[in-house]
């Protein structure tokens, strides 16, 4: 076999940062019980912003790069949320787009301007198939909407970034109460195994009743067997609306006895999108999030006219925006992210960060000085003190340990594994790596 890895270049404003990029810090996630954990088995924590509706004009010129990488720099998200509409034009105005049933290149052609900048940045991404109305096998949305996560686990199934919401909020025309789990959970049983014949591992979550706002029939009657593997339940609430706070936020509470939550869509203003900032209930809301160490994902960004917006008018589609550009929710998410999330150094590789072959992200510490080379199926790292050197898979699945122990100069480490690509992860005193090569 040989070996060969791709020589790396540190930008200058890197140098400043000591925390891995969130995929190199965090790795491939799982379910373990009640709690999303992350490769190393400890709770993982994504906070970031949901985009609106894809196919609102509102929305849909924020997707793409510059401002994921805006997101990722300036308000320090972890995760961002592709809200990929499912539906045809709902609003029949003049700048809207159609949906993926009636555009399905443009819809995926649009979702993959974020999905790959996501992966190119070192963040999480959901891919959301947004709609109220995916419950419907007469229609044909079932096999629409197979064919669309079809699509994306074939594509981007390898990377550990990638998280899939395949029902953002069952609502209208599929359930006849806030707790009828039954329409939604036959769905789930035909589209999990469609994703999981392609990518049996990423993260998936599955909508549950009252626009993914009511657990308590979900948590006594749980998905089984293979399609609860690494499964979490969505929960969305807006943080302002009473009886989001008193009756769901209970119910929510103790479902987590029970099931996993993934919050993949929150707000600070009303179910509406409108009313005022209750920060007594936001707060309330927050404490809980933060105690149950629970991933999030904020709603809306946007400039539609709600309260709920994160963007003003004035914010340009290519991010770089002052505090002018945001609203009163768009300030205490920023605000938010940037207290709870850390800065992070992402070191890039080649590659396009688009289409079939999204940049490669390897994120190091600046201090780094393992002087890292490979020759003659054999990798030279120079280790000072306790150190460790561990081959994983590209989703962070550990393959094996090279070296455990302590080194004072250059170990040598012969590799034997089955031709593709891995990632050589190096941790000691000042020194955390994660080098990616490929193997022949």
Request: charged share 15%; glycine share 8%; net charge negative.
């Amino acid at each position: 076999m040989k070996i060969t890895t791709r020589i790396i270049a540190v930008s200058a404003f890197a140098l400043n940062f000591a925390v891995a990029a969130p995929i190199d810090d965090i790795g491939a996630l799982s379910v373990q019980g009640t709690q999303v954990v992350g490769a190393n088995g400890q709770p993982a924590q994504l906070r970031g912003m949901s985009y609106y509706w894809s196919h609102s004009h509102t929305a849909f010129p924020f997707y793409n790069a510059n401002v994921v990488n805006w997101l990722a720099e300036d308000w320090h998200v972890n995760l961002v949320r592709a809200a990929m509409a499912f539906e045809t034009n709902a609003w029949d105005q003049k700048l809207d787009k159609n949906g993926y049933i009636s555009d399905p290149s443009g819809t995926i052609q649009q979702a993959e301007a974020v999905i790959d900048a996501a992966i190119a940045k070192g963040i999480y991404v959901i891919i959301d198939l947004h709609t109220h109305w995916a419950n419907d096998s007469a229609n044909g949305r079932w096999n629409k909407a197979a064919e669309f996560f079809e699509y994306m686990a074939t594509k981007y199934g390898k990377y550990p970034n990638v998280i899939y919401e395949v029902y953002n909020e069952p609502g209208t025309e599929t359930w006849t109460g806030p707790v009828d789990w039954n329409p939604i959970k036959p769905y789930l049983e035909f589209i999990i195994p469609k994703i999981r014949a392609i990518d049996p591992d990423n993260l998936i979550i599955a909508g549950t009743p009252a626009y993914s706002g009511n657990l308590s029939a979900v948590a006594s009657d749980p998905l089984t067997g293979t399609n609860a593997v690494n499964v979490a339940y969505a929960f969305h609430f807006y943080a302002s609306t009473d009886d989001h706070l008193n009756r769901l936020l209970p119910i929510a509470k103790s479902a987590l006895n029970t099931i996993p939550i993934f919050i993949s869509e929150c707000g600070l203003t009303n179910a509406d999108g409108n009313g005022s900032l209750n920060y007594n209930s936001i707060n309330q809301f927050w404490q809980w999030i933060d105690e149950a160490k629970l991933s999030w994902a904020a709603w809306s960004l946007s400039n539609t006219a709600e309260t709920s917006a994160a963007l003003q008018t004035s914010a340009s589609t290519s991010g770089n925006w002052s505090e002018s550009d945001l609203t009163p929710s768009g300030t205490w998410l920023r605000n938010k992210l940037r207290e709870q999330n850390p800065e992070w150094s992402p070191i890039t590789g080649g590659g396009s960060g688009g289409g079939d072959n999204p940049s490669e992200i390897i994120s190091r510490n600046a201090a780094s000085t393992s002087s890292f080379h490979f020759a003659n199926n054999t990798i030279s790292v120079s280790l000072n003190g306790q150190s460790k050197v561990e081959l994983l898979d590209l989703q962070g699945r550990m393959v094996r340990t090279l070296w455990n122990g302590i080194a004072n100069g250059s170990v040598s480490m012969s590799v034997d594994a089955k031709p593709g690509l891995y990632l050589v992860r190096i941790q000691g005193k000042n020194l955390h790596e994660t080098h990616k090569v490929a193997v022949k």
